[in-house]
Antibody, heavy 123, light 107 residues
Framework: QVQLQESGPGLVKPSQTLSLTCTVSGGSISSGDYYWSWIRQPPGKGLEWIGYIYYSGSTYYNPSLKSRVTISVDTSKNQFSLKLSSVTAADTAVYYC???????????????WGQGTTVTVSS | DIQMTQSPSSLSASVGDRVTITCRASQGISNYLAWYQQKPGKVPKLLIYAASTLQSGVPSRFSGSGSGTDFTLTISSLQPEDVATYYCQKYNSAPQTFGGGTKVEIK
């Protein structure tokens, strides 16, 4: 049973870079069968898709965040990471990592999610 | 980019009522539509994918339909444990946009 766990600082100062890691257990991130996502949810608001990465390193980002987002994968540690630069209070949210199945020609939605980690942007 | 619009944004219904939530895509997405349930303070849970396929373990009172641009999530008999916010999501290609959510409460 694969499990995902987010980790990283809970408090980030404005203009700095938010860095989070998602550790995958119970399965290999190197499997070519999945994509690995980041999703966030500001307090009291809805879900916002940030982006995803395949183990090969191919990435896809939300156009509204693309200039500030980097998602990377570390197969040796079975982890993938999120970096969001130049943060403001609007980036305060619960950040989730998630996994979806990829079939090549099509994919399934993310069906395994981490518990989420709260990141507050404040000085 | 394709926008996903849900309606209503909230609803209140009695236990046993039939509840319907709609989701509209600004362009056709075939049947690449998922529904998630998020209970207060919890992680979103995948309910339905491919517009109408129930995820394993999801009660049969939940159903989904639609294709192209118009989709619905139906709860055939609302139960107290169904109090949650429901989100649709297009997932055929990036960006995997979510709808704004529908908050379901018990009257």
């Amino acid at each position: 049973q694969v499990q995902l766990q987010e980790s990283g600082p809970g408090l980030v100062k404005p203009s700095q870079t938010l860095s989070l890691t998602c550790t995958v257990s119970g399965g290999s991130i190197s499997s070519g069968d999945y994509y690995w996502s980041w999703i966030r949810q500001p307090p009291g608001k809805g879900l916002e898709w940030i982006g995803y990465i395949y183990y090969s390193g191919s990435t896809y980002y939300n156009p509204s965040l693309k200039s500030r987002v980097t998602i990377s994968v570390d197969t040796s540690k079975n982890q993938f990471s999120l970096k969001l630069s130049s943060v403001t209070a609007a980036d305060t949210a619960v950040y989730y990592c998630a996994r979806g199945r990829d079939y090549g020609d099509y994919s399934d939605p993310a069906d395994v999610w981490g518990q989420g980690t709260t990141v507050t942007v404040s000085s | 980019d394709i926008q996903m619009t849900q309606s209503p944004s909230s609803l209140s219904a009695s236990v046993g009522d039939r509840v319907t939530i709609t989701c509209r895509a600004s362009q056709g997405i075939s049947n690449y539509l998922a529904w998630y349930q998020q209970k207060p303070g919890k992680v979103p849970k995948l309910l339905i994918y491919a517009a109408s396929t129930l995820q394993s373990g999801v009660p049969s009172r939940f159903s989904g339909s639609g294709s192209g641009t118009d989709f619905t999530l139906t709860i055939s008999s609302l139960q107290p444990e169904d109090v949650a916010t429901y989100y649709c999501q297009k997932y055929n290609s990036a960006p995997q946009t979510f709808g704004g959510g529908t908050k379901v409460e018990i009257k």
